[in-house]
C-alpha cells in the first residue's frame, strides 16, 4: 500500500511534498494509518486530537494515546477538550453536527496559528459510500450524490482512494496499534446502520460493489459539472441582480425546457430545497411566498424576487497602521512589502506604498461609495459597478472595501482602484491578500 499510496499523493497532491500537514488524528484505525504513511513519506507533520467529553475516561484515554504517539514519532502535537454536550444544546444541533462544527473550526484556527497549509483527515473509499447511502435517502439531488470531496478548501482527504480492507490489511502487517470507539458499534446513528447491516449485505450479493460505485460516482459528477456549466448560462439569461433584490424572469425561464428543475436548482444555493413548493409557486398568485432560512422567494406578476430576511449586517470596521502586517477581523487582510509584483487576482492585489495615508480603514461597503475601477476609464459607482458585474444579492450583502483617507483602495474580491497601481515610478510595493 505504501507504493500505491505514494504514486496517489503524487498524482493528486503534488503539492504535498513542499507543504506543512497538520493531521487529524482521533486515536481510530484510519487516521493512524493516514498518520504512518505520511510519516514513511517524510513529509513534515503536526498531529491535531479533539478531545470531544463524550465517552468519560476513554476520551481522556484516546488524547492520551495519540499525544505518545506523536511524541514517539517526534511530530508536534495539538489538542483541545470540547463541551460537545453543551455546544449542541445551546445551538440547537445534534451531537454529531455539534462535534463537527466544533472540530473543523477548530483545525483552521491552528492551521492558521502554527503555520501549517492543510488539515488532512482520514476518510476512505467506505467512509464515501455511506455517505452516499445517507444522502440517497435525503433531499439532495445530483449533487449530494457525488460523494466527499478529495479536496476542499484546506482539508485534504488522501485516504478517499482507498478501502478500509486495505487499510486494515496495512495497519495488520505494520503491527500498528489504534484505538477502537464504542460508539461506533451503536446503530442509533444512520451511518453506523450502514456500515454495519447495509453496505455489508450489498457486498454479500456483490463483491465489486465498492469498485463499482466509484466508477458510478465518477459519471455522477461529470453530470454535476455538465448541470453547473448549464445553470451558469440560464443564470445570465433569467436571474437578474436588483439593488437589494435578485429577480428571476418567469416569461424567459418558461421558455427554457424542464422548467420547474431549473428553478429548483437556481435557488438551492440559497437554501430552498422544498421542490414541490417552488414549483407551485411559477403557477400560484401574486404575493405568493416560499421561505427558506436566510430567504424569502416572492411570486410577483412577472418575476420571482428573491430577497433576504431581517438580519443584522456585520458593520465592524479594522484599521491599520503602517506597520502591522495582518487584518484579522472583520476580514483576514495580510499586508507584505515585496520587491517584485506578481499577477492581481480576486484575493490578492499590489499597490503603491507612497500613495497610501495610514492608517488604512477595512469596513462594508455603501450605496454612496464610488471608485476608480483598475482597468477602466473614469469613476464609478460602487452599486453601478456590481450591477454591471451581475453581482447577486447574497454576494453584495458581504463585499468589504478597503480604503485610505476616506478613498476605496480595494473592493477586496473583485477589483482595485486605479489610482494606487503599481506604476514605472513606483519605489515601494505592498502586497495585499484575503485570506478566505
Not at 465489486?208 to 448541470?227: E, M, P, R, Y
Request: a positive charge; one cysteine or more; glycine letters at 4%.
Amino acid at each position: 500500500m505504501v507504493t500505491a499510496f505514494k504514486k496517489h499523493i503524487e498524482a493528486h497532491f503534488p503539492a504535498l511534498a513542499a507543504q506543512k500537514i497538520l493531521v487529524a488524528c482521533s486515536g481510530g484505525l484510519d487516521s493512524i494509518v493516514l498518520l504512518h504513511l505520511l510519516h514513511r513519506l517524510g513529509i513534515t507533520l503536526g498531529v491535531a486530537h479533539c478531545n470531544f467529553k463524550l465517552r468519560g475516561a476513554q476520551s481522556d484515554e484516546d488524547q492520551n494515546f495519540v499525544e505518545t504517539l506523536a511524541a514517539n514519532l517526534k511530530i508536534p502535537f495539538f489538542t483541545t477538550v470540547f463541551n460537545t454536550k453543551n455546544y449542541a444544546k445551546t445551538q440547537g444541533v445534534s451531537t454529531q453536527v455539534a462535534a463537527r462544527e466544533l472540530r473543523y473550526d477548530w483545525f483552521y484556527a491552528t492551521i492558521k496559528a502554527k503555520g501549517y497549509d492543510v488539515i488532512a483527515t482520514g476518510h476512505h473509499a467506505d467512509d464515501d459510500l455511506e455517505t452516499f447511502f445517507i444522502n440517497l435517502s435525503r433531499v439532495t439531488g445530483l449533487r449530494g450524490l457525488t460523494g466527499i470531496p478529495p479536496n476542499n478548501e484546506q482539508v485534504i482527504r488522501p485516504l478517499l482512494s482507498f478501502s478500509r480492507a486495505q487499510i486494515v490489511q496495512y495497519a495488520k502487517k505494520q503491527e500498528l496499534f489504534w484505538r477502537e470507539d464504542s460508539s461506533n458499534n451503536s446503530r442509533d446513528y444512520l451511518r453506523n446502520k450502514l456500515r454495519l447491516d447495509v453496505i455489508p449485505s450489498f457486498k454479500e450479493v456483490h463483491n465489486t460493489v465498492l469498485q463499482n460505485f466509484k466508477h458510478t460516482q465518477h459519471h455522477l459528477k461529470q453530470s454535476q459539472a455538465l448541470l453547473e456549466d448549464y445553470i451558469t448560462l440560464v443564470t445570465k439569461l433569467v436571474v437578474f441582480p436588483r439593488d437589494t433584490s435578485l429577480e428571476i424572469d418567469i416569461k424567459q425561464l418558461r421558455a427554457l425546457p424542464n422548467t420547474k428543475a431549473l428553478l429548483f436548482e437556481l435557488l438551492y444555493p440559497y437554501g430552498f430545497t422544498d421542490f414541490k413548493a417552488i414549483s407551485l409557486l411559477l403557477e400560484g398568485e401574486v404575493g405568493k411566498k416560499v421561505l427558506s432560512k436566510q430567504y424569502i422567494l416572492l411570486k410577483d406578476r412577472n418575476h420571482l424576487v428573491l430577497t433576504q430576511k431581517d438580519q443584522k449586517f456585520d458593520t465592524r470596521e479594522c484599521f491599520i497602521e503602517a506597520k502591522q502586517q495582518a487584518c484579522i477581523t472583520p476580514i483576514k487582510l495580510d499586508f507584505t512589502k515585496v520587491t517584485e509584483v506578481g499577477s492581481s487576482e480576486k484575493h490578492t492585489i499590489y499597490v503603491d506604498i507612497d500613495t497610501l495615508v495610514y492608517p488604512l480603514r477595512v469596513r462594508p461597503w455603501s450605496l454612496d461609495d464610488v471608485f476608480y475601477p483598475f482597468g477602466m476609464k473614469g469613476k464609478k459607482k460602487l452599486s453601478k459597478f456590481f450591477k454591471d458585474e451581475k453581482v447577486s444579492l447574497v454576494t453584495k450583502n458581504s463585499v468589504w472595501v478597503l480604503e485610505s483617507e476616506g478613498e476605496i483602495v480595494w473592493v477586496i474580491g473583485f477589483r482595485p482602484d486605479n489610482r494606487y497601481k503599481v506604476t514605472s515610478t513606483t519605489k515601494k510595493v505592498l502586497k495585499i491578500q484575503w485570506k478566505t
